[in-house]
């Protein structure tokens, strides 16, 4: 009985992440732990496990210098452990990213950090700052979104960091910042080297969403190489050269490409497969508009509007469906969109649920859906304590791609007395085409 369930969490661990590989290393893998399971049935001593690690050989231990040296000779304890290490190569934070590693004291002048390596496993550049939660600067606390400590950037000042991944993969990176000063403030962030002419976002960080202070922000890239390099850079000239943002918790998670079924011709209609969402934090993650991206943190969909819409999740907020859901924050500059493919002259159904976050955001909402030229509006009366009900809409496509739409009417904010933007949410969107009998 021991074996079949080690066996199964094998299976399991394996299946979570398989599709970080190619088909080339995933035949390897698996190949590997069908020997390792057959070992361990046949002689279950506690050195059966025979395979070496899971990276692929774009990064293998040989390629970086070491040894090429088995990582599972312990048992199955060992294994599993490889496994595990393999999976967190799927999201996780980056190394140090949460900063709670700091420099010497000796590599500090004051909050100040001298060298470029001061911050372990980080490189930095200009003026950046290691701040303690609840350090002051005048009359104003300082907030650090997650634990202990976090980085201010300066002007002009960067940080970054090489990371390994899976060379033609989609990834996004989720990041937490708070202002520091009371004027608009920018970061750019891009991910090097890369074969788009853009390789880098501009996240605009004057509109806080959160109530505390601070926000989680993600985006998307693709890898075009075995080895990037993440870039967060303040592009800020402020008169006050200490006035920058300050940066938390980067946090990386490779992304699934979502399919279209029978059961569905829209891809990722339950928000099932998008960023990052840190566990301990309870204000979501935003998504900017596509223009700043080029390629989405929330597969499947694109941000068309001037404003991000915010990822929440089932842990903090009311989600009518399965863990993830996605709320418009910001009224008719926040919208989600996706183009299908469609038959001219078939007849189809979009359905999709309207509710609240149970976010204390409370009053009339208003969620406009859009298929092509086809539009339906489908109220909601939010005592933001969580609830729902479903829209629908039917439509006769008119051309082979129909684009498919959602936006709030109404701007909407919070009635804790913060004046915090919130909105709808909306979840389970289906489309389907109608089969007449």
């Not at 009985?1 to 394996?14: C, G």
């Not at 399971?37 to 001593?45: D, G, T, Y």
């Not at 891809?267 to 928000?271: I, L, R």
């Not at 990052?276 to 991206?293: A, M, N, Q, T």
């Given at each position: 009985?021991?074996?079949?369930?080690?066996?199964?969490?094998?299976?399991?661990?394996?299946a979570?992440?398989?599709?970080?590989?190619?088909?080339?290393?995933?035949?390897?893998?698996?190949?590997?732990?069908?020997?390792?399971?057959?070992?361990?049935?046949?002689?279950?001593?506690?050195?059966f496990?025979?395979?070496?690690?899971?990276?692929?050989?774009?990064?293998?231990?040989?390629?970086?210098?070491?040894?090429?040296?088995?990582?599972?000779?312990?048992?199955?304890?060992?294994?599993?452990?490889?496994?595990?290490?393999?999976?967190?190569?799927?999201?996780?934070?980056?190394?140090?990213?949460?900063f709670?590693?700091?420099p010497?004291?000796?590599?500090?002048?004051?909050?100040?950090?001298?060298?470029?390596n001061?911050?372990?496993?980080w490189?930095?550049?200009?003026?950046v700052?290691?701040?303690?939660?609840?350090?002051?600067q005048?009359?104003m606390?300082?907030?650090?979104?997650?634990?202990?400590?976090?980085?201010?950037?300066g002007?002009?000042?960067?940080?970054?960091?090489?990371?390994?991944?899976?060379?033609?993969m989609?990834?996004?990176?989720?990041?937490?910042?708070?202002?520091?000063?009371?004027?608009?403030?920018?970061?750019n962030?891009?991910?090097?080297?890369?074969?788009?002419?853009?390789?880098?976002?501009?996240?605009?960080?004057?509109?806080?969403?959160?109530?505390?202070?601070?926000?989680?922000?993600?985006c998307?890239?693709r890898?075009?190489?075995?080895?990037?390099?993440?870039?967060?850079?303040?592009p800020?000239?402020?008169?006050?050269?200490?006035?920058?943002?300050?940066?938390?918790?980067?946090?990386?998670?490779?992304?699934?490409?979502?399919?279209?079924?029978?059961?569905?011709?829209l891809?990722?209609?339950?928000?099932e497969?998008g960023?990052?969402?840190?566990?301990?934090?309870?204000?979501?993650?935003?998504?900017?508009?596509?223009?700043?991206?080029?390629?989405?943190?929330?597969?499947?969909?694109?941000?068309?509007?001037?404003?991000?819409?915010k990822?929440?999740?089932?842990?903090?907020?009311?989600?009518?469906?399965?863990?993830?859901?996605?709320?418009?924050?910001?009224?008719?500059?926040?919208?989600?969109?996706?183009?299908?493919?469609?038959?001219?002259?078939?007849?189809?159904?979009?359905?999709?649920?309207?509710?609240d976050?149970?976010?204390?955001?409370?009053?009339?909402?208003?969620?406009?859906?859009?298929?092509?030229?086809?539009?339906?509006?489908?109220?909601?009366?939010?005592?933001?304590?969580?609830?729902?009900?479903?829209?629908?809409?039917?439509?006769?496509?008119?051309?082979?791609?129909?684009?498919?739409?959602?936006?709030?009417?109404?701007?909407?904010?919070?009635?804790d007395?913060?004046?915090?933007?919130?909105?709808?949410?909306?979840?389970d969107?289906?489309?389907?085409?109608?089969?007449?009998?």
């Open positions: 009985m021991k074996m079949q369930k080690f066996k199964l969490l094998l299976v399991l661990f394996f979570t992440c398989h599709s970080s590989l190619s088909i080339t290393d995933a035949g390897r893998v698996r190949r590997r732990i069908q020997v390792g399971i057959n070992n361990l049935i046949s002689n279950p001593e506690p050195n496990c025979c395979w070496r690690k899971f990276e692929p050989d774009s990064y293998s231990n040989q390629n970086q210098g070491g040894s090429g040296t088995d990582l599972m000779d312990s048992g199955p304890l060992s294994c599993l452990t490889s496994v595990l290490l393999h999976l967190s190569k799927c999201l996780s934070l980056l190394p140090n990213g949460d709670e590693v700091g010497k004291p000796s590599e500090l002048k004051g909050s100040i950090v001298t060298t470029p001061g911050i372990p496993h490189t930095i550049s200009g003026m700052e290691y701040i303690k939660s609840g350090q002051k005048g009359d606390v300082l907030v650090v979104p997650h634990g202990t400590y976090a980085v201010r950037l002007n002009e000042a960067s940080i970054k960091q090489k990371i390994q991944v899976v060379k033609g989609f990834y996004s990176l989720t990041f937490s910042a708070s202002r520091t000063c009371a004027q608009e403030e920018k970061l962030v891009s991910v090097v080297p890369s074969n788009e002419k853009s390789d880098w976002g501009v996240f605009p960080i004057q509109t806080m969403y959160g109530s505390n202070g601070c926000d989680s922000y993600a998307g890239f890898a075009d190489y075995p080895r990037v390099e993440i870039v967060i850079h303040n800020g000239v402020d008169e006050d050269p200490a006035c920058g943002p300050l940066i938390d918790s980067v946090a990386l998670k490779l992304l699934h490409s979502p399919k279209r079924t029978r059961d569905n011709l891809k990722n209609g339950n928000f497969e960023p990052y969402v840190f566990p301990k934090e309870s204000w979501g993650v935003l998504i900017p508009p596509h223009i700043e991206d080029a390629y989405s943190p929330l597969p499947g969909w694109m941000v068309e509007s001037l404003k991000a819409v990822y929440i999740d089932s842990d903090h907020f009311a989600v009518p469906e399965g863990k993830r859901a996605i709320e418009l924050v910001a009224g008719k500059e926040s919208a989600i969109a996706q183009v299908v493919i469609t038959i001219i002259g078939k007849v189809y159904d979009l359905t999709f649920v309207v509710g976050a149970n976010n204390s955001c409370e009053g009339s909402m208003v969620v406009e859906a859009f298929a092509g030229k086809d539009t339906i509006q489908v109220q909601y009366q939010s005592k933001g304590k969580g609830g729902f009900i479903r829209g629908k809409l039917r439509f006769k496509a008119m051309s082979t791609r129909t684009r498919i739409r959602f936006l709030s009417t109404f701007y909407t904010t919070k009635s007395n913060t004046g915090s933007l919130c909105g709808p949410i909306i979840d969107i289906r489309l389907l085409s109608v089969r007449y009998s």
